[in-house]
């Protein structure tokens, strides 16, 4: 495909630490299918939960496909997400167990013409450790800059 769709949760990896990555299918419609392809969509303050132990992915906006006929999606709907069954018990164990949360980092179409998900495992940062990454980044492209002159 030349036409490569990667739509990022930007405000995610600000906001938390990544404990584990994951890449779940997604369960979609045919307009939000086509509205992806043509990269209506938008992840902020996207994040996973299970219900009935399966995992859905809430707060992930899809805009309505603007050449539908009679029916559309909700944007906003909440849609599952794919995971193997030890991979969803792994997941659902640690987020019980240790107060952690599942956030979605990005989504994109796979090799084959999949709607796919990367999710983490996230522990939130507190607002020191925000600093910090913001002061390392800094550093990073002060540096750059210098070695390039």
């Known amino acids: 495909m030349a036409n490569k769709i990667e739509i990022r949760n930007k405000k995610a ?4 630490e990544f404990i584990d990555k994951y890449t779940a299918g997604i369960v ?6 086509k509205s992806l392809r043509m990269g209506k969509a938008s992840m902020v303050d996207t994040f996973c939960f ?5 995992l859905w992915i809430r707060n992930m906006h899809i805009s309505e496909y603007a ?5 559309n999606h909700d944007p ?6 794919l995971l193997n069954a030890s991979e969803l018990k792994k997941l ?3 987020v019980k167990e240790k107060g952690l949360t599942i956030v979605a980092t990005k989504l994109f179409f796979s090799d084959r013409g999949y709607a796919k998900v990367n999710i983490a495992l996230a522990k939130g940062k507190k607002e020191y450790d925000k600093r910090e990454d913001i002061k390392k980044r800094d550093t990073k492209l ?3 800059r210098l070695r390039k002159l």
């Open 28 to 33: 979609l419609k045919g307009t939000e299918v």
């Open 92 to 94: 659902e164990r640690k």
């Open 67 to 71: 050449n539908r006929g009679y029916m």
């Open 76 to 81: 906003m709907q909440e849609r599952k997400l």
């Open 50 to 54: 299970f219900r009935n132990s399966e």
């Open 13 to 16: 990896s600000h906001d938390y």
């Open 142 to 144: 002060q540096d750059a």
